[in-house]
């Protein structure tokens, strides 16, 4: 069952139903749970869906951002430093959005998905990332 997203318009929240995109289409027309994005990543790590050299250039920022600490590699985005940095995505539309991060050397994963606008998603892995554990 698919949870109806919730748009601000007028300072009311309104159902996003008007404004959905076609299914299976980019910006916002895929559908996915956390478990399909948990294992995602536990494919993509494995080397199954690509090989562990290229995930490893993937995640090496071709573009950077020094004061923000935030890259941008072969489709994943690059957060942070040395123990704290993490990969991911996120992506929306009006009444959805999701993001997920991926903080390797500490072995965790952070999968939000929201039926809010964004930045919901983004702003509880900023909240929750800022407050794990670095080790």
Do not use: C
């Not at 299976?24 to 536990?42: E, I, P, Q, S």
């Not at 991926?102 to 930045?119: E, G, T």
Request: charged share 20%; proline share 5%; hydrophobic share 40%.
């Amino acid at each position: 069952m698919l949870a109806p997203g919730y748009m601000r318009v007028n300072g009311k929240w309104e159902r996003n139903d008007s404004t959905l995109p076609y299914r299976g289409m980019a910006a916002g027309g895929r559908y996915t749970t956390v478990d399909d994005m948990l294992k995602f990543v536990h494919v993509l790590q494995s080397g199954k869906l690509i090989s562990k050299a290229m995930l490893k250039m993937a995640m090496q920022p071709f573009f950077h951002d020094a004061p923000s600490g935030y890259g941008y590699g072969l489709g994943f985005e690059i957060y942070g430093d040395k123990q704290l940095t993490s990969f991911g995505h996120e992506g929306g539309a009006d009444g959805m959005n999701g993001e997920l991060r991926v903080f390797q050397k500490l072995n965790r994963v952070i999968v939000v998905l929201s039926n809010l606008d964004p930045p919901a998603a983004h702003r509880l892995v900023d909240y929750y990332s800022l407050r794990m554990p670095a080790a």
